[in-house]
């Protein structure tokens, strides 16, 4: 057990028909020869770090490419916005390629490179806490056989049998005679071996890892704060158009007329263009005067039908389906309702979660040039592959005809990933300028009011308690805006949508429930507005974690018994969500007295194939919550990189404490209300707590990182503050409980 102190799926969009109809083959294809000579990016170095190897370089397989100054690129298909991700798998790479680190730079494989080559990368998304979990497999039988090559050419060099060679560093030693060689200077001929069979390498056992398993520093982090790091708002290409975009205020609004000659003649300003029936832009030689005509010129808009829906007609709507009979279960074990009613006490509430906005550090943006029958983009994006495709369906041009350059994001959150009306609008825009690149930027505003934004939702709790204190049955009904139902209608099957229902699953191995009640019964009404809904960091484990949790410890009064021994009794047959929830209570020392006034809660939870429980620390005064402290406990199976557990661990707090005490987005008369961080506050620095934790690696799975820890945030503080005030919150944020954050 490694301890540190103080410290379903990404949206399947219906572009990946695209991508999976027309990229050939898949999984692991060690690639050997030079990168085929696609276009690159016009574009300097510096804007770029990690464009592909160029042609002539010494790639030894499709992972690894090597210098003659043992200079090691390693090629990273996921996509990084804050994460790790990049530095995790090089990690990864270089424990099993038994190079230096210190020689490690990493390259971003670009999807046009990866279709040419039959998606040797395979998935470039990078969504679901799955950017390593899903990908270090493959990814490590890459680097391992570039090891083999690269020993094997050195034995082939020397003609002695490969046994007597032994690697450290990236140095190559024989061992009879003491003759040392470098990966750099066999490079070249280790790319013309043919490669080993990836199924028939043995992995180094992860409790052996010198490099992955190690807190070292992020590689990225110095260019992002010395400022050389250039995001997509920041990237200037030669002869660059800047645009602004606007689209009808209200979600399936259309636009009726604008009058163009009254901003054609302002300063800079190139054009109008109507992207479809609902956007527009303003094209000119700088963003600034772009968004400065746009936010003058005259539009008359068609709001349609939803200009008439309010924030109170959807929770109305919400309130009426959570009483709504109808075929809307999930999973039955034996008759719950029944079982409920007949108990000795009957425990009910019901809960409330409000739509939330990403609110990315970096708005949408995307740069796109289209050439004859080229089309080139630079996008900050989760989903390169996806970024593709969204190109080619908006321009008409084939994949192969298409290039993303991925750029690192500022912030993704979901918002990126299969969501990509960013790059649509930007290839629409940049299609009436041929031959120049027009870099698509949304205006905060623009960037808050057209979100996918995370689903609202209600849920009704009912559960038995016999006279023993023990539960009899469990009742979770949902009603909620489904996120499949706007981007994957697909995979709602005879009109339900498992996805909903995140983290309450039967079985394993993505969010299972941790808990087995004798009776249970679990059911979600799906309730769709206007309102466009997506993944949010942690998507459905977040309110169904607040659910649940928050229940929890309502049965547990009800029950007379104490939050964890109550749980406890509950999870026998679920060692891994009772183990973190174990190790979370023992590290904030829950059987030992509080100062007085200070309060605890407790919460567990599974989502992203981990486990993870919180337990918070807190007091009240009047209405000021003060959160002095948070105690965490993970089991993500392997650990590749502690530090950066530990960073998005602490980001997750950020992220979570927000969500539940200041940001809401409503609807009136069918816009979004909040415009700005005047009315969307972010979490401010003074208000994160002490944030200790506990990693449980019990190196038996693969499980996310990123986002396990969000769902457990909540409740735990809610729970927290339930017993200081003596009663329980159930409406988030909990402003709308009179409370607020100190």
Not at 243 to 250: I, L
Not at 351 to 378: C, L
Request: proline content about 5%.
């Amino acid at each position: 057990m490694m301890t540190i102190d103080n410290n379903l799926l990404e949206n399947q969009s219906r572009r990946q028909f695209i991508v999976k109809g027309t990229l050939l083959g898949g999984g692991l294809m060690l690639g050997v020869g030079a990168m085929p000579d696609l276009a690159y990016a016009q574009i300097d170095q510096k804007y770029d770090p990690n464009t592909p190897t160029k042609v002539g370089d010494a790639e030894v397989n499709a992972w690894v490419s090597i210098l003659p100054d043992e200079t090691v690129f390693i090629r990273i298909a996921r996509s990084e916005m804050g994460q790790g991700t990049r530095t995790g798998l090089a990690q990864l790479v270089t424990e099993e390629l038994e190079c230096n680190w210190r020689k490690v730079k990493t390259q971003s494989a670009t999807p046009a490179q990866s279709l040419a080559r039959k998606r040797v990368w395979g998935e470039h998304g990078t969504g679901g806490s799955r950017g390593i979990r899903t990908s270090e497999d493959y990814v490590r039988r890459g680097a391992a056989a570039a090891r083999i090559m690269l020993v094997q050419a050195a034995a082939n060099q020397w003609n002695v049998p490969v046994t007597e060679l032994t690697v450290n560093k990236g140095v190559i030693t024989h061992k009879p005679t003491g003759r040392k060689t470098t990966y750099g200077k066999v490079a070249e001929l280790a790319s013309t071996l043919t490669p080993p069979d990836p199924k028939s390498i043995t992995l180094r056992d992860p409790r052996e890892w010198k490099v992955a398993g190690q807190p070292y520093a992020r590689l990225d982090t110095a260019d992002k704060v010395n400022g050389r790091k250039v995001y997509g708002a920041d990237l200037q290409l030669p002869g660059m158009l800047s645009a602004s975009v606007k689209s009808c205020p209200v979600f399936g609004g259309k636009i009726v007329s604008y009058d163009e000659s009254k901003v054609k003649n302002l300063r800079g300003v190139k054009g109008v263009v109507q992207i479809n029936d609902s956007t527009l832009a303003v094209v000119a030689d700088t963003w600034w005067r772009a968004n400065t005509a746009l936010n003058v010129l005259p539009i008359v808009w068609d709001e349609g039908k939803g200009a008439n829906v309010s924030q109170d007609d959807i929770n109305k709507m919400l309130r009426a389906g959570l009483d709504e009979q109808g075929d809307f279960w999930q999973r039955k074990v034996g008759d719950a309702p029944a079982t409920i009613s007949s108990s000795a006490k009957k425990v009910e509430a019901i809960y409330f979660t409000p739509y939330q906005a990403h609110f990315t550090m970096e708005p949408m943006n995307a740069t796109v040039k289209i050439s004859g029958d080229r089309a080139e983009a630079w996008v900050p994006t989760q989903n390169g592959e996806a970024s593709h495709a969204a190109l080619s369906e908006a321009t008409g041009l084939p994949l192969e005809k298409c290039e993303i350059y991925k750029l690192d994001s500022g912030c993704g959150l979901g918002r990126r990933g299969g969501t990509q009306d960013f790059t649509t609008l930007a290839a629409k825009v940049a299609m009436k300028y041929p031959g120049v690149p027009v870099k698509v930027l949304w205006s905060r505003e623009e960037d808050l009011t057209h979100d996918y934004y995370h689903p609202i939702a209600m849920a009704k709790m009912s559960a038995g308690i016999d006279a023993g204190g023990n539960v009899t049955g469990m009742h979770i009904k949902v009603a909620g805006q489904s996120i499949n139902a706007t981007l994957a209608p697909s995979a709602i099957q005879n009109g339900k949508d498992v996805r909903q229902l995140q983290g309450l699953y039967e079985n394993g191995p993505d969010a299972q429930l941790g808990y087995t009640f004798p009776t249970l019964l679990t059911e979600y009404v799906m309730k769709n507005t206007h309102v466009p809904v997506g993944p949010w960091r942690g998507v459905n484990t977040n309110q169904n974690g607040i659910f649940m949790e928050c229940f929890m410890d309502e049965c547990a009064k009800a029950a007379g018994k104490d939050p964890v021994k109550f749980r406890q009794a509950l999870m026998q047959s679920h060692p891994k969500h009772l183990g973190v929830l174990n190790a979370a209570a023992q590290k904030a020392n829950w059987d030992k007295p509080l100062p007085a006034g200070t309060y605890r809660g407790i919460a567990q939870f599974m989502g992203y194939a981990s486990y993870s429980a919180c337990v918070a620390e807190v007091s009240v005064d009047g209405n000021m919550v003060h959160i002095k402290r948070l105690v965490f406990a993970l089991n993500a199976g392997h650990i590749v990189n502690p530090y950066l557990t530990r960073e998005q661990i602490e980001g997750s707090v950020a992220m979570a404490l927000g969500a539940i005490f200041n940001p809401e987005i409503s609807v009136e008369n069918g816009r979004i209300k909040q415009q700005n961080l005047d009315s969307y506050p972010m979490l401010k620095l003074a208000s994160t707590p002490r944030i200790e934790t506990v990693l449980v690696s019990t190196y038996d799975f693969w499980g996310g990182v990123g986002e396990p820890t969000i769902c457990v945030v909540g409740p735990a503080v809610a729970n927290a503050v339930s017993a200081a005030i003596g009663r329980p919150v159930r409406n988030f944020p909990l402003y709308k409980e009179g409370l607020s954050l100190a």
